[in-house]
Structure formats: C-alpha cells, structure tokens
C-alpha cells in the first residue's frame, strides 16, 4: 500500500525516436541566447551573461497533438528552440565535460503570452505566467546524441501555415550547448531527466486560432503542432 494521501502525480516523459520514452525532471530555458533575438527584442547582447528561465514539467506537448490558445492573451508568440535532454547531471560542471551529460536532442517551442510579459516587465514583476502556462512547451521526438551527431551547426527553421517565419542556425547561438549546460550547474545542480531549452533565433511572432506550427532543427524529427 502507498504512505500517499492522494494520487502520485503522472510522470511526465517525451516519446524517443526510435522506442521508448524520456523521463522529465525540470524545463530550464535559456532567454536571448541569439544575437538578432536579442536586439529584436530590444537588447544589446554583448552585454549580458545567459538568463534562466522555467517551465514546469507537465507544460510539455507531444505527439504532435494541438496546443489550445491559451487564456488571458491575445498575442501568443512563438519561438523555436533546440532542446538538449541531459543523462547526466552535476554541480560546476567543466565546459570540456559538459558534452558527456547530453543525452539526446529533440525540437521545441518556448511558446510566450507577449503581451502578459510585457506588462509584468514594465512592472517589475516575475514573467513566469506569460511562459510557463498549461501546454507552452511542445516538443518533438528525442534523438539519442550519439545518433543524432554534432548539433553546432544545425539549421533552424519555422514555418507557419507553410510560410517560413524563423531562419537561423545553432551556431549563431551566444552561448553554445556546452556553455550553456556548465553556467548553468553552476546556478543549480543538474540531474538526469533535465532539459533545457537553448534560446530563439530572430523572428519571433503571434500566431492565432487554426495556424500549423512546423518546426525543424537539423535532422531532428519535425515538430508540428496546430493552434485550435
């Protein structure tokens, strides 16, 4: 019998390419970690160390299934991402080891309420709600590393209802994979099961109600998802 007063919450998992699934700790994403994404959005990225910020776990959507326009916004933007799935975990974590935490990769969506950030950033305030909403982070198939290879210069791209939107590649991130994953534990312990979100290139936008999202990095399984 279980000690639990109520039911253990589900353990959520992105399906792996090929069989079986990965289990998910946290989401960390990192916040303008392209140089033409952060002047777009009105910074000076020369200036700045990398940002965090999450997402819960659950905010997950796989399977291609639809994402629901979400309350409380009418301007949801969103932003394609390589997401790096870590086997590994640690505290201060050498830049040379950094590669050997990554378990595979996969494509994603950092999916943003703009207009409920903006206001919370003119406030003062967190911005968790304006990211960290139900179904905010679909994701596409994971890809084992060793299978997927060097992801440093892999091409990004966005296209909604077929027209191109985002256009970049990995290598023009500020901040590379290995980077990344080393500042980071440096901040908080890192543990298998964790992702993290590596920032958007240039052209974020709104989408609405009926718009199809298809996003690929690499030759990572696409990710496709429909407003409804």
Not at 58 to 85: N, S
Not at 112 to 136: E, N, V
Not at 213 to 228: D, F, M, S
Request: net charge negative.
């Amino acid at each position: 019998m279980s000690d639990y007063v109520i039911a253990p919450p589900r353990i959520v998992a992105v399906p792996v390419s090929g069989g079986g699934s990965f289990p998910v700790r946290r989401i960390f994403c990192v916040g303008r970690n392209y140089a033409e994404h952060a002047r777009e959005m009105g910074h000076d990225p020369s200036r700045e160390a990398p940002f965090f910020f999450t997402k819960p776990a659950d905010a997950l959507l796989t399977g291609g299934a639809d994402m629901p326009y979400p309350p409380a916004t009418g301007d949801l933007h969103f932003e394609l991402e390589l997401v790096v799935a870590l086997g590994r975990g640690g505290v201060d974590i050498a830049e040379m080891d950094a590669p050997a935490c990554v378990w595979g990769y996969a494509v994603g969506l950092d999916m943003t309420r703009r207009d409920m950030q903006g206001l919370a950033k003119k406030a003062g305030r967190p911005w968790d709600m304006s990211k960290g909403f139900d179904l905010s982070a679909p994701i596409g198939d994971l890809v084992p590393a060793e299978r997927a290879g060097s992801m440093a210069n892999a091409a990004l791209e966005l296209r909604v209802n077929g027209t191109v939107r985002q256009s970049s590649d990995v290598a023009n991130m500020i901040w590379s994979v290995a980077e990344t994953i080393s500042y980071l534990s440096g901040l908080v312990r890192l543990e298998p099961g964790d992702l993290i979100f590596t920032g958007t290139p240039e052209g974020v936008g709104a989408v609405g109600r009926g718009d199809v999202l298809e996003g690929r990095v690499g030759a990572l399984p696409a990710l496709r998802t429909r407003i409804a």
